[in-house]
């Protein structure tokens, strides 16, 4: 899959970039839900531009041009997560369970019938993770960028908080406080 999300759609490709770096940018919708999204203060949006770049026989994304500001967690793991809220009620889940790199966003999510949690097996190895953080979205690159989920959120204000389970090393964030 080019991304394991569920709003990541009808990327476009840009040849022409300096250095002769293939970009992608997406539609940050679904087809299936999106009539129904709220419209204020917007109604859909378009991914970060990624870079296009093989590993072996593998599909590298990597964000470019990330705007200043924007909320970010970078952790490793290889059995544990974490939480990014905007209050106990309202929050995401990432994180490695049973070898499998999960993204829980049904406490981020409003009624709309929409899968809300994604699951990528990912073997027995630890896992770089790196999330960017928007008011109504979050963009995943894990594993060098070999794995990308993409999706809308639905919350008030903003994600602004994270916890920490057992099992999460090299943690870094910007934009974010940090709740034990």
């Given at each position: 899959?080019?991304?394991?999300?569920?709003?990541?759609?009808?990327?476009?490709?840009?040849?022409?970039?300096?250095?002769?770096?293939?970009?992608?940018?997406?539609?940050?919708?679904?087809?299936?839900?999106?009539?129904?999204?709220?419209?204020?203060?917007?109604?859909?949006?378009?991914?970060?531009?990624?870079?296009?770049s093989?590993?072996?026989?593998?599909?590298?994304?990597?964000?470019?041009?990330c705007?200043?500001?924007?909320?970010?967690?970078?952790f490793?793991?290889?059995?544990?997560?974490?939480?990014?809220?905007?209050?106990?009620?309202?929050?995401?889940?990432?994180?490695?369970?049973?070898?499998?790199?999960?993204?829980?966003?049904?406490?981020a999510?409003?009624?709309?019938?929409?899968?809300?949690?994604?699951?990528?097996?990912?073997?027995d190895?630890?896992?770089?993770?790196?999330?960017?953080i928007?008011?109504?979205?979050?963009?995943?690159f894990a594993?060098?960028?070999?794995?990308?989920?993409?999706?809308?959120?639905?919350v008030d204000?903003?994600?602004?908080?994270?916890?920490?389970?057992?099992?999460?090393?090299?943690?870094?964030?910007?934009?974010?406080?940090?709740?034990a």
């Open positions: 899959w080019l991304d394991y999300g569920r709003d990541n759609y009808a990327g476009v490709t840009f040849s022409n970039a300096p250095d002769d770096k293939k970009i992608f940018l997406g539609w940050m919708s679904n087809w299936h839900y999106a009539s129904k999204v709220p419209t204020n203060p917007w109604r859909s949006a378009m991914t970060l531009p990624r870079e296009l093989l590993r072996g026989d593998r599909l590298i994304q990597t964000p470019i041009n705007p200043d500001g924007f909320p970010e967690v970078s490793t793991t290889q059995e544990g997560s974490i939480k990014i809220s905007e209050n106990e009620n309202r929050y995401v889940e990432i994180g490695v369970h049973n070898k499998t790199l999960f993204v829980d966003t049904s406490n999510w409003n009624e709309l019938e929409a899968p809300t949690r994604q699951e990528i097996a990912v073997g190895h630890t896992l770089d993770i790196r999330v960017i928007d008011r109504g979205s979050i963009e995943l594993d060098g960028g070999a794995i990308s989920v993409t999706n809308l959120v639905f204000t903003h994600l602004s908080a994270i916890e920490v389970g057992e099992g999460i090393s090299a943690l870094a964030y910007s934009g974010l406080s940090l709740h």
